[in-house]
T-cell receptor
């Protein structure tokens, strides 16, 4: 019953590395989202996409970029990882008309 | 600004108790309101979704209510079990935008 899959559960990277977080959904959803979750701050929207090759900045896009070349895949890119990007990253997808998001299991990223 | 708050931030109860989690939102023009459960280090699992035209939804021991006029939703858990221990998140759906509450961390003690 796979729905939203994030490629890595745990990831450890060094400062300055380029990091790719991958998210794939098998529900033919138009909308896809990337959030980060930090203690005391809750979930914050980084980027979202309403269609292939479309992207919109969320509340905290600085230091991140995204790619959506295919409908089912939404990638989050950390161009040059920094220690303040250590966090839990959650991907979600939804249909526009239903507005019911489905979440992946998250990727715990540690930048040392 | 659309904001969602949840009270209490944390709750610890003995097994078997009935309990209520509260969610408040500032913008009543919601499309849907959804309750999620999150286990430590995991993603979000949907529990109940209430559409704006509905007053409540039930699933097993869970009941969620929605009062748009007062900007409030409650999640009622009956006969709590240790397996209910998790963080519960309230999410308001506005069009294409989701606004998350900070969550209530629930511990059910055996």
């Amino acid at each position: 019953d796979v729905k939203v899959t994030q490629s890595s559960r745990y990831l450890v990277k060094r400062t300055g590395e380029k990091v790719f977080l991958e998210c794939v959904q098998d529900m033919d959803h138009e909308n896809m989202f990337w959030y980060r979750q930090d203690p005391g701050l809750g979930l914050r929207l980084i980027y979202f996409s309403y269609d292939v090759k479309m992207k919109e900045k969320g509340d905290i896009p600085e230091g991140y970029s995204v790619s959506r070349e295919k409908k089912e895949r939404f990638s989050l890119i950390l161009e040059s990882a920094s220690t303040n990007q250590t966090s839990m990253y959650l991907c979600a997808s939804s249909l526009p008309q239903h507005n019911r998001p489905e979440f992946g299991n998250g990727t715990r990223l540690t930048v040392t | 600004k659309q904001e969602v708050t949840q009270i209490p931030a944390a709750l610890s109860v003995p097994e078997g108790e009935n309990l209520v989690l509260n969610c408040s939102f500032t913008d009543s023009a919601i499309y849907n309101l959804q309750w999620f459960r999150q286990d430590p280090g995991k993603g979000l699992t949907s529990l109940l979704l209430i559409q704006s035209s509905q007053r409540e939804q039930t699933s097993g021991r869970l009941n969620a209510s929605l009062d748009k006029s007062s900007g409030r939703s409650t999640l009622y858990i009956a006969a709590s079990q240790p397996g209910d221990s998790a963080t519960y998140l309230c999410v308001c759906l506005y069009g294409q935008n989701f606004v998350f509450g900070p969550g209530t961390r629930l511990s059910v003690l055996p």
